[in-house]
């Protein structure tokens, strides 16, 4: 059974302490240990109910009786969909996971979420990695402690042997939930436990040793990218013939950070890059989620985006910040002393590129196609649909990329408004709230 323990008393707007907790032996022991530990804060446990077993609804009400017995308080998430085509259940489980527990960790006011991972698990996992291929970032293992949107997720007991956290428990003579997946050896984890841990169970203290100094290999590698791609370019636009300058190693590490700021790039996209691009070529390489383009010797990063393919009535006429979605950018409206009379802005339609559509720079130019405008302004190719802007009358007003149609500035008495196009991969990022291990 449980320790009894005496409910705690605690300050309800003091900030939680959240543990992640299956119910299982390790996230028992460590809820038990938070509990007895932790002092006027109050300590939430939060289960993630996956729906995977028939058994899932009777550990939900177990682990909220564990709970309760220990003083702490309970939430519980059930995920929602199965794994897609091609998506491994574990992949699938995982990524729920993590943001099931930052939700629920932020809802509950924690801004520290504790893990009851332990040695044997960063052992396992920097095995794992290393019989997938893995460098050195998946090699690293599981960290520490690691912010995430707001929330540290740490790891108290990842240097302890489980046979440490197993004899706590049997201690304070804790019940916990056996899961029977454990025994899956459909899932990769478990595979290598039944086939190759026993081979390697006496080398567990060398693995998660291995694991921390490969940490330091990463974090070192992170700030040797950092300073390269000081000089480098910026997010937006990747210089490849300044990055060829830098020996194989560092031009490697210094794409893979690039690339890692847009999208999870696998290891066969950083080798094509690598050795596809050549210079003043215009070249592009599908990747996860959009495309990666060479194109005037700089390397642009392309979300993938569905076009609106009908024209959309808009109304722009209002300060501020407007998101197209679909496009991958927004309309910025901005006073100004040259710009578009406000009521005209009102009854604007909104359609892509079709052709034939001439663009004024300034006034006094000669009006060009839209696609020797696009190319004297050093708009890249795949940049070039649109969005185009139109008045009520058909007029263009403005085209992303380009900016206003002098043609459709007010008159020097009117007010005027200035429109902006900006792409969403200018706009600041927001952290991501993955967290590897978990």
Known sequence: MVD?????????????VAVAFSGGLDSTALLH????????????????????LPQADDWVRQCERVASGLGAGFQCTRLGGRPGPGESVEAWARAGRHRALHDMAVAAGADLLLLAH????????????ALRGAGVAGLAGMPRAQWRGGVCWARPWLAHPR????????QHALTWIEDPSNADTRLARNRLREALWPAFAAGEPGLAQAARWAQEAHALAAEVAAQDL??????????????WLLSPARRSNALRAWLAAHVPAPASLVE?????????????????????????????????????????????SRLGHHPQPGWGGAWCVEPSERGIAAARLARLTQRPREGGEQFQRAPGSVPRSLKKA?????????????????????ALIAVAGLGMDARAFASQDERGLSLRWVEDSALPQSEGDGVAGA
């Open 118 to 129: 332990h040695r044997r698990d960063q052992a396992e996992t920097f095995l794992l990695q």
């Open 374 to 394: 696009c190319q004297e302004a050093g708009v890249p190719p795949w940049r070039r649909d649109g969005p185009v802007l139109l008045d009520e009358t058909g």
């Open 230 to 243: 000081s000089s480098l370019g910026h997010a937006q636009r990747l210089d490849l013939p300044a990055l």
């Open 4 to 16: 009894s323990a005496t409910p705690r008393t605690a300050d309800p707007s003091a900030p939680a």
């Open 33 to 52: 240990a938070v509990t007895r530990a932790v002092t006027g804060q109050r300590v939430v446990a939060l289960h993630v109910h996956h729906g995977l």
């Open 272 to 316: 094509r890059l690598l050795t596809e691009w050549r210079p003043g070529a215009t070249q592009s390489w599908p990747a996860p989620g959009g495309e990666l383009h060479a194109w005037r010797d700089g390397l642009h990063w392309q979300p993938r985006a569905v076009h609106p393919s009908k024209p959309t009535p808009l109304d722009l």
């Open 163 to 170: 046979e440490a956290i197993r004899a706590y428990a049997e």
